[in-house]
């Protein structure tokens, strides 16, 4: 409970804590909403399982995730994150670091992509050409996207402690 409280660790904190709600959020919540247009339609939505029969690859959206946090948890409690002997424990935060933000982005990307991807097909498949349909986020892409934006502010705050960090132990090194 201890190393969850050092400085060093908040962003990582911050990091785990926006994959979580992204993974609950992708588990549990309606995560897709289509409508139909035309005057007598209802929006129905879609949860993760349902939409996953229009757009298999929304699972890669739950992977991300789940490699996110476990990504988080390991340069929280890792003393040397990778497992490297011979890369200094600076690089390999600052690479894991790199990968959380990244991955964060990449997995907006993906959903925003995914959510296309299930409206087009919905429409193509179940709506026929005469009518249209849009698709929306539910409640579950919004908390997914929070905690995704969560997930990249998280990375920018562990990188910039990192960069502190990293000019602290030069300054030791080159001392006499």
Do not use: C, H
């Not at 996953?52 to 890669?60: C, R």
């Not at 579950?140 to 910039?160: F, Q």
């Amino acid at each position: 409970m201890q190393t969850l409280k050092l400085e060093k660790n908040r962003g990582f904190l911050v990091a785990g804590a926006g994959a979580v709600v992204a993974l609950f959020a992708f588990l549990y919540l309606p995560f897709v909403s289509v409508t139909s247009v035309s005057p007598n339609s209802e929006p129905v939505s879609f949860n993760t399982t349902e939409a996953a029969s229009f757009q298999g690859a929304i699972w890669l959206e739950g992977l991300l995730a789940l490699a996110l946090l476990i990504l988080a948890v390991m340069l929280i409690y890792k003393q040397n994150p990778f497992g490297s002997a011979r890369t200094p424990v600076v690089n390999q935060l600052r690479t894991g670091t790199l990968l959380t933000g990244g991955g964060g982005i990449l997995s907006i990307i993906v959903q925003f992509f995914v959510s296309l991807g299930i409206g087009n097909y919905f429409q193509q498949r179940y709506l026929g050409s005469p009518i249209s349909a849009t698709t929306g986020y539910d409640v579950g892409s919004w908390l997914y996207l929070l905690g995704m934006i969560a997930v990249i502010g998280g990375a920018v705050l562990a990188y910039k402690k990192i960069g502190s960090l990293s000019t602290l132990a030069a300054s030791l090194y080159q001392s006499p």
